[in-house]
Each structure stands twice: as structure tokens, then as C-alpha cells.
Nanobody, 115 residues
Framework: QVQLVESGGESVQAGGSLRLSCAAS????????MFWYRQAPGKQRELVATMTNSGGTNYADSVKGRFTISRDNAKNAVYLQMNSLKPDDTAVYYC?????????WGQGTQVTVFS
């Protein structure tokens, strides 16, 4: 079993920055792909950023140029640096990891961007 704990979510003014962290623990041999998702009130959960274990990245169009995903394999951690935040970025942010063939979710961290 794998546990994921996110942190770093808070309320921030538009234009500001936040860095989210997600630490994995438990029965981990190696983590393959790591993801960040978000879910805004009344909306479906959407994929924000992806990072493979070889360092390849992909971003939703809405965050390209503003958000950066990174990972620390030694710490089994993934990060999301969010710059130039907008009110539309308000959501609960979840990390997700692929370990072997299984996917695991974190519990989420709230990000609120006010104008």
C-alpha cells in the first residue's frame, strides 16, 4: 500500500505563487509517472501536470508557462510550482502516482486564489 500526503495549499492573492508538495510512503519499489490533478467546485477533476520517471512533462493548456512539475526520486516526492496564480486556479489539488501498475491518490490540498 502507498500513502500520499499533499501540503502547501493556502489562500493567496491573484498574481502570487505557491509550491505544492506530495510525499509518498509505504510499499514503494519505484514510482513511475507522477501527476497533479485539481477539482474546482462544481467541476470535474482535471489533469494539470504529468511527469514521467524519465523526466518528461506535460501540462494542461490552462497552466502552461505558469506551473512547473518536478520530482525528487530520492524522497519519493513530487512538487508543483504555481506562479501567476489566477482566481480560476482555485481548486482542491491532488497528487496521483503510478507505482508498478497501481494508481494512488492523495487526500488533496486546498488552493484558493482571491482577486
Amino acid at each position: 500500500q502507498v500513502q500520499l500526503v499533499e501540503s502547501g495549499g493556502e489562500s493567496v492573492q491573484a498574481g502570487g505563487s505557491l509550491r505544492l508538495s506530495c510525499a509518498a510512503s509505504g510499499s514503494i519499489f519505484s514510482i513511475n509517472t507522477m501527476f497533479w490533478y485539481r477539482q474546482a467546485p462544481g467541476k470535474q477533476r482535471e489533469l494539470v501536470a504529468t511527469m514521467t520517471n524519465s523526466g518528461g512533462t506535460n501540462y494542461a493548456d490552462s497552466v502552461k508557462g505558469r506551473f512547473t512539475i518536478s520530482r525528487d526520486n530520492a524522497k519519493n516526492a513530487v512538487y508543483l510550482q504555481m506562479n501567476s496564480l489566477k482566481p480560476d486556479d482555485t481548486a482542491v489539488y491532488y497528487c496521483r502516482v503510478l507505482v508498478s501498475t497501481r494508481l494512488y491518490w492523495g487526500q488533496g490540498t486546498q488552493v484558493t486564489v482571491f482577486s
